[in-house]
């Protein structure tokens, strides 16, 4: 039996104006280009491939399901600019055969620079999740997949408002370094077996890379040997993990459907007629599972030693991605040695009432300015990963996305110091 376990994750960062050192106004985002991004992808992605699988689950009688993880700065985005895309993943929620799982609001490195923060960021993006739709988060991701035995060992202390442990399971990287000769295709748990909810020790899920990447990067590769890729081969691979494991954990960006790879690589057709491929080539044994029924299903067969920070992005699997060079290090060590002053100001029930709204503009700003993207764009690496670090950022160069950021800290730090209540806030 192979268990099909697709997480499709969803993530729009707030873009920075350019923002020069004479700046003064406390209007860092850049409203016209976040509205116009977020309504490019929704045209070629988000839109068509939220039909995709509405018609998948409703053809297949619901034995087609998957998972997604939506930042809540994404959330906020499409309510803002994009609410029918909202609509679509509300509808998603309804059929019972989505899941949606927890992550940080603000897709930020939190977790490596502040326990509370990352604490505080975990718990408003399961209220988010909440109301819209209708879910309580019972597996975690990390941002970017960043994952060790210490992010394992702090996920199963996170407690529900029973007082007992929240999640059940993490998603992370399934990477050779620390597997060895074993496959990601079984549950695992952290060295100690953290329990976690549910009475159980802590489940692991890991990211099959290759076969996720031969979605999400080889796909339209007239290169790659295995060119074009059919639901049918792809099918063929699936099932050979029949004997040898049962998970087939395929996680990736939602945007490489219609944005990475494009509407004319037939990709919207490939993942069409994928489930049945599936089911076809070994009928009544390969199925599609979320990750919560995968956690529940199969119980751990050993440990998942990842003693050194892990993540999905770039070759190197690490965090050299948003702290390789000194520009990403100073950047995020002068953004949290803020934090005590801005949540200081955020709780001060002294000030008067137009006084802390403008305190709860300077939080949500500073969250803002946690999103790991904005150091992403610092990044200086030019040789395997450098061309995907260009496509992603707004900027000239790494150092124009530096200066920028460190001129919008130096304003956030202006209004620490005064207390800024001037000019009034507006919600743009």
């Known amino acids: ?49 939220n039909q995709v699988l509405l018609d998948l689950i409703r053809e297949n009688k619901g034995n087609f399901r998957c998972s997604f993880s939506i930042s809540g700065v994404a959330l906020e985005q499409f309510e803002n600019y994009t609410p029918d895309v909202l609509d679509q993943y509300k509808a998603l929620a309804e059929t019972g055969c989505v899941e949606f799982l927890a992550e940080t609001t603000h897709h930020s490195l939190s977790f490596l620079y502040s326990r509370a923060e990352f604490e505080a960021q975990v718990a408003a993006h399961t209220e988010l999740i909440q109301k819209h739709f209708g879910q ?10 960043i994952y060790s035995n210490e992010v394992g060992h702090a996920v199963s202390k996170i407690l529900g408002p029973d007082g007992k442990p929240r999640f059940k399971g993490v998603c992370c990287e399934g990477w050779d370094h620390y597997l060895g000769f074993r496959k990601p295709s079984y549950v695992y748990t952290p060295p100690g077996a953290p329990i976690a909810a549910g009475g159980k020790p802590l489940g692991l899920l890991l990211k099959n890379y290759r076969l996720s990447d031969d979605v999400a990067f080889r796909f339209s590769n007239r290169g790659w040997a295995e060119w074009p890729l059919s639901a049918e081969k792809f099918a063929q691979w699936v099932n050979h993990v029949n004997g040898d494991g049962f998970l087939i ?21 490939f993942m069409r007629a994928l489930p049945k491929a599936v089911f076809d080539v070994n009928p009544g044994q390969n199925h599609f599972i979320t990750p919560s029924m995968a956690l529940d299903e199969f119980a751990p067969v050993g440990e998942y030693d990842v003693p050194h920070y892990l993540s999905w992005a770039d070759t190197e699997r690490d965090l050299s991605a948003w702290l390789g060079n000194a520009m990403q290090a100073n950047a995020l060590a002068e953004l949290y040695k803020v934090e005590r002053d801005v949540k200081r100001i955020a709780s001060d029930s002294s000030l008067t009432p137009k006084q802390q709204e403008n305190a709860q503009y300077l939080l949500e700003d500073w969250r803002k300015l946690t999103t790991s993207d904005h150091f992403y764009y610092m990044c200086t690496k030019y040789w395997a990963d450098g061309d995907v670090h260009k496509y992603f950022s707004p900027y000239d160069s790494p150092y124009d996305a530096y200066i920028n950021f460190m001129n919008v800290l130096d304003n956030i730090q202006a209004r620490i110091a005064s207390y800024e209540t001037k000019p009034e806030r507006v919600k743009v």
């Open 1 to 49: 039996m192979a268990s099909v376990c697709f997480y499709f994750q969803v993530h729009q960062p707030f873009r920075i104006k350019n923002y020069s050192v004479f700046d003064e106004h406390p209007f860092y985002f850049d409203t016209a280009k976040n509205r116009a991004i977020c309504e490019k992808v929704a045209d070629k992605c988000y839109r068509p491939m």
């Open 136 to 145: 309580t988060p019972t597996v975690f991701r990390n941002t970017e997949l």
């Open 249 to 269: 954990n395929l996680f990736m960006d939602y945007e490489t459907f219609g944005e990475h790879q494009w509407a004319d690589t037939g990709i919207f057709e």
